[in-house]
């Protein structure tokens, strides 16, 4: 491993160089000389290899140029008379903080720390093992590496998840994912909900698709492995590279004018939830855009599982085999839209029937585009408790499964049961402002 060390607005970066193909590796620069140093014991330029940066610009390893620099030399030659194009390249930070509470017992942990070896590779990371030690983090990016044992627990996680819950700023201008491994085929999924859940409350937000799952026997990367080509074990390395990448970079875009489609199956009459929603509404800046659509009962039919080919021929047209509000209206609304809000009374410790089935038929559109730059919000209502089961309920589908980007604190959570009894809950006024800014502030074009 080089380390660049920091000269002037110069960056900082961990590369990993083979020995055997040094002329490879990439340098990155802004305009300015750096000094590459060698760090003893990490990988690669070991047995007194030295590289050093030329004034030129060009990098030298022995105090001699590359084989990649001796041909870079011959096609400058060459194309010295063609006038050059200056592409501006965005570098990457390649820095993340993992948070990793391990299991007792090595051996317990050793394929995730395998795939984390490889997916992590050629980036400066931060590893806190310890709950003492959540805030202590030094980069923003973060990524959660939960193994499991056979009852689905693991003691370390369950203290940092105590913190995650009692702090509700702890990962405040976070943005990340998280891989769930277990040794067998339950608890990976429940589990990895639950910490989504509680990452969000203390200011984190979530990539598209931020989990990598790990059952025991991998049988949920088939479809993957068969993709790549791969085995079941390297479509898991594969995933997780990917998902370290999304977590280090994304950025969610900023929108001058947003779109917003608010989906409901209630009444505006008695609900709560709408009631929260009209508070809300006059607190957003006129920019917003705002599209209401009602899935009342009779209007909209659920999925009926047609075969994948028959759902991708109808996806592909922008429609669905069972046509209706979904197809005329939903659709067209959901590609529009720059954000969802969804009034989510808890019925019976779930979404209620018509937004079920909004998710559900939301798997034509999504065989043919995807909602990573899509922000999810909700409205939850509980008559007298479960909000929580609901908010997971809403991750797991809309942010793990269809790849909408999760805002931080993405859902409002209320206890209410009689009409009206939301907006004289105490504290409401202000946790109606608060929301109203994350919205607000989700789409500001300094946010980042």
């Known amino acids: 491993m080089l380390r660049i060390r920091k000269d002037s607005s110069a960056f900082f970066l961990a590369l990993d160089v083979s020995q055997r193909n040094i002329q490879h590796f990439l340098f990155f620069k802004q305009g300015l000389r750096c000094a590459l140093e060698h760090v003893a014991g990490d990988i690669g330029l070991q047995n007194g290899h030295r590289l050093s940066l030329a004034p030129q610009g060009e990098i030298l390893l022995n105090g001699a140029p590359s084989r990649r620099a001796l041909q870079k030399r011959g096609n400058s030659a060459r194309r010295r008379a063609a006038p050059s194009v200056k ?12 948070y990793y509470p391990s299991l007792d017992g090595p051996a317990r942990q050793a394929r995730l720390d395998r795939v984390l070896s490889r997916a992590l590779a050629g980036r400066e990371v931060q590893m806190i093992r310890r709950a003492e030690d959540l805030d202590r983090r030094r980069y923003p990016r973060i990524l959660f590496a939960l193994p499991l044992d056979e009852a689905g627990q693991n003691f370390e996680y369950f203290r940092m998840l105590a913190r995650l819950r009692r702090e509700t700023n702890l990962l405040e201008g976070c943005t990340g994912g998280l891989i769930v491994d277990g040794p067998g085929e339950l608890y990976t999924k429940s589990t990895a909900a639950e910490l989504a859940l509680a990452m969000n409350q203390a200011g984190c937000a979530l990539v598209g698709r931020p989990l990598v799952e790990a059952t025991g026997s991998l049988a949920n990367f088939r479809i993957q492995a068969k993709n790549l080509g791969a085995d079941l074990a390297g479509a898991y390395e594969a995933a997780a590279r990917e998902l370290a990448g999304q977590a280090e970079t994304f950025v969610f875009p900023a929108r001058e004018r947003p779109n917003l489609l608010a989906l409901h199956a209630s009444s505006h009459h008695t609900s709560n939830t709408m009631a929260l929603w009209g508070e809300l509404q006059k607190r957003l800046s006129p920019r917003w855009q705002v599209e209401e659509i009602g ?25 669905c085999f069972y046509g209706g509000v979904m197809s005329e209206e939903v659709y ?10 969804l009034m989510c009374p808890n019925y019976n410790d779930a979404l209620s029937a018509n937004l079920t089935a909004f998710i559900n038929r939301l798997t034509a559109l999504f065989r043919q585009t995807r909602f990573y730059d899509k922000a999810v919000f909700a409205l939850v209502v509980s008559g007298y408790s479960g909000s929580d089961t609901v908010a997971r309920q809403l991750i797991s589908a809309l ?10 604190r993405f859902a409002l959570l209320e206890t209410a049961n009689a009409p009206g009894e939301a907006l004289s809950a105490p504290g409401i006024q202000d946790r109606l402002d608060r929301f109203a800014a994350g919205m607000e502030g989700l789409f500001a074009e300094d946010k980042n």
């Open 87 to 98: 592409k501006e390249t965005k570098v990457s930070p390649m820095s993340l903080t993992v």
């Open 332 to 341: 067209p609304a959901v590609r529009k839209a720059d954000a969802l809000i």
């Open 295 to 319: 899935l009342r009962n009779g209007t909209l039919s659920d999925c009926s599982g047609c075969p994948y080919t028959m759902c991708l021929h109808f996806g592909e047209r922008g429609g």
């Open 399 to 408: 942010n793990m499964n269809k790849s909408f980007y999760l805002p931080p």
